[in-house]
């Protein structure tokens, strides 16, 4: 049964950073995307960042590029997103998603507060 987590979200303050984390089980992450994803209140849920499977290769939304990092460790199945120089606009409920053969699987989402 696929099964994600996330954990690691918190409360933090502007230029602060967070690393959270994206738990899989049931599948292996070599035959998966995993993608990141986040809501804020009253707004759509939007692609934060996303890696291949087939070569490592990362993209961002231009909103947060320069700022996330996204990394994965096949061997913890594990899935990561580094924070870092958090703005109060990245305040919103992160998901991590995962493809497996053209089915999506979402996690139950993990809260990042970033507030003055």
């Known amino acids: 049964q696929v099964h994600l987590v996330e954990s690691g979200g918190g409360l933090v303050q502007p230029g602060g950073s967070l690393r959270l984390s994206c738990v899989a089980s049931?599948?292996?992450?070599?035959?998966?995307?995993v993608d990141w994803f986040r809501q804020a209140p009253g707004k759509q849920r939007e692609r934060v960042s996303c890696?291949?499977?087939?070569?490592?290769?990362?993209i961002y939304t231009d909103s947060v590029q320069g700022r996330f990092t996204i990394s994965r460790d096949g061997a913890k199945k594990e899935v990561y997103l580094q924070m870092n120089s958090l703005k109060p606009q990245d305040t919103a409920a992160y998901y991590c998603?995962?493809?497996?053969?053209?089915?999506?699987?979402w996690g139950q989402g993990t809260q990042v507060t970033v507030y003055s």
């Open positions: 890696m291949s499977e087939i070569d490592g290769s990362s």
């Open positions: 998603r995962a493809n497996i053969l053209s089915r999506l699987y």
């Open positions: 049931g599948f292996s992450l070599d035959d998966s995307t």
